[in-house]
C-alpha cells in the first residue's frame, strides 16, 4: 500500500471513516490563524498526502518559524498517516477535475480519491473554498470544522 500509517499501522479505525487534512488546516493549527480547527479534530483518525509535509516546512521556513514552531511541526506531522505521492496517485492527478483546481490541490484530491478507490472511508477538513467546491463536486463527505 502507498500509505504510511504513524506507527506503521493501517489507516482507519474499524468501519469509520479517516479525517483527510488539508494543508490550510494544518497551518491554521500551527500558526493559530482566525480559523483553527476544533480540539475534536485531533481526536480522530488523520490522514494526509506526503505533499503536506512539503507544503508545512516551506510556510515555515519562508516564515522564519523553525525554532518557535518545528517541534510542534513535527509533532503534527507525526499524528498524520501519510499518503504517498506514488505512480496512482499521480496518474489520478492528471485526469480532469469537475471544477477547477489548483495543482497542489489536485495532487491533494487524487490522494483523496486513491483512498476512496482503495475502499477507505473519508472525510476532507479544509478550509480552502476551491478544493471545498471540487470536493463536493466528487461527493467527497466533508469533516465540519
Sequence with gaps: MFVEGTAGGAVGGPGGPVIYVDTSVALAHLLAEDKTPPARLWRETLVASRLLQYELWIRIHARGLAKTHGELARQLIGRLALVELAPP??????????????????L???????????????????????MLRCARRLHIPIYNI
Excluded at 489520478?92 to 489548483?102: D, Q
Design 89 to 106: 496517485v499521480l496518474a489520478r492527478a492528471l485526469e480532469p477535475f469537475p471544477t477547477p483546481v489548483r495543482t497542489l490541490d489536485a
Design 108 to 130: 491533494h484530491l487524487a490522494s483523496l480519491e486513491f483512498l476512496r478507490r482503495n475502499g477507505q472511508k473519508v472525510q476532507l477538513a479544509s478550509y480552502d473554498s476551491r
